[in-house]
């Protein structure tokens, strides 16, 4: 049986997976995967409690180098971190296929390529580099290191799996990457949780999930349902967070605009259920999970008419589209307020689209025959 090493990035464990809400959906993921005849083992940067973490009856092996010293000296010397990538190496070199989720964890995963002929899948969900660059980022020795360690992952790299057609252009132009090496496959959703539960308890109100930063855009949209008095949720934390705040306090009328700095995971249905209306106003984006999962529960969505979420979403088909001006931004939310019933219609076609594109057996069937292709 082939077997593929998932190694972890950088610091990261199944610890971390669990309070950031990440761990059921990898683990539905993952064990798909190992049903189908693929042995997965998970390289976290974890001491031995990881196993622990998992349920029984979980089809996963997790390989782990055991109890970390806590002494200053080791902490300083990054000798837990250095011995766990001897850990990893030692281990890995023994699988079939070396895969990792982002380039953050990909130094150990060239190692074993190089210095053990392994294959190597890479997984990148946002292209750290096309990122910077539509954010207007202008460090330009940070820009030279991730291009630069971008382009060692993507020239060992056997199979590269991206989320967008603008992430795989993208690689293909800048770091003249075969472009038959690289795969699209987006980001999946488990419609078993993330569904329309039942359409009484929808209250008519806009609902914003992510990070209070710059990149992400917030005090557009809370400009915007500040001067048209629209009721809103903010879902997240960040920078802005204060400002938006204080924003909110500079208005003498009492405003239903509500702040939640987080949510767990696993009750995020509720509020995609709670509200009607999605609104993602992101300055640059690549696969957004959020926005999936809000047409999952059948949103009406708004969304910026950008590269990442104009391939999504149609204008006036199957969401709204605005020109990333606030006068757009107004008048986007007042044609959804207006015309409730049109955007129903368009709910159900955001939700069906999402069914087609991003369903968990058909996007990891796509990944196992990646697998199996370079265990040949």
Known sequence: MNTLALLFTHGVSLNEWKKSGLLDRELTYYNYIASQGIIVEFYPYGDTKEQSILESNSRIIVKTIGNYKKSILYKLLKINTLKTISFIIFNARRSTIIKTNQLKSSLPAIFLKYFFNKPLLLRVGYEPLMNRLEGNKSNRVKSFLIRFFSYLSYNAADKI??????????????????????????????????????????????????????????????EAVIRLKLP????????????????????????????????????????????????????????PKSLLEAMACECHILANNIIGLNSIIKDRYNGVLYEGSLRSLESSLLYIWENYSECEIYAKRAKQALIKNNNLISIANKEIELINLLAK
Do not use: Q
Not at 235 to 252: D, V
């Open 161 to 222: 799996i991206v989320t967008t057609i603008e992430i795989k252009n993208f690689i293909k132009t800048k770091y003249r990457i075969d472009y038959n090496k690289i795969h699209i496959l987006p980001n999946w959703i488990d419609t078993k949780k993330f569904r329309l539960i039942d359409k009484s308890i929808r209250s008519k109100r806009i609902l914003f999930v992510g990070r209070l930063e710059d990149e992400k855009n917030p005090l557009l949209l809370l």
């Open 232 to 287: 809103a949720t903010f879902i997240g934390y960040g920078k802005l967070y204060e400002k938006m705040i204080n924003r909110l306090k500079a208005e003498k009328s009492n405003l239903n605009i509500k702040f939640i700095k987080s949510v767990k995971a696993e009750n995020m249905p509720d509020y995609f259920n709670s509200h009607s209306i999605y609104a993602i106003t992101s300055k640059y984006e690549g696969n």
